[in-house]
């Protein structure tokens, strides 16, 4: 399988607002990090929805190797 493209090795902060969708880029190929514009078209990846729960500040992974989905779990400081 192949390996996503590290977008940036820290997590995007993002404000979120509750009940809303956002499609987190697990290819790392998007012009819209850490948003998903289809530049995964072609590849094994696809976007990842995150609905929030809550209105505030989440933290989207940036270099696509969390094992907590879209959100940063500190993977990349073992990049």
């Not at 012009?31 to 809550?54: I, L, M, R």
Request: positive net charge; charged residues 20%.
């Amino acid at each position: 399988m192949s390996k996503p493209i590290v977008a940036q090795k820290t997590p995007y902060a993002v404000e979120v607002e509750a009940g809303k969708s956002y499609w987190w880029c697990s290819c790392g190929r998007s012009k819209s990090q850490p948003f998903c514009d289809g530049g995964h078209q072609g590849t094994a990846f696809n976007p990842v929805e995150y609905k929030a729960d809550k209105t505030g500040t989440v933290y989207f992974c940036g270099c696509k190797h969390s094992g907590n989905g879209p959100l940063c779990d500190g993977s990349h400081q073992k990049l």
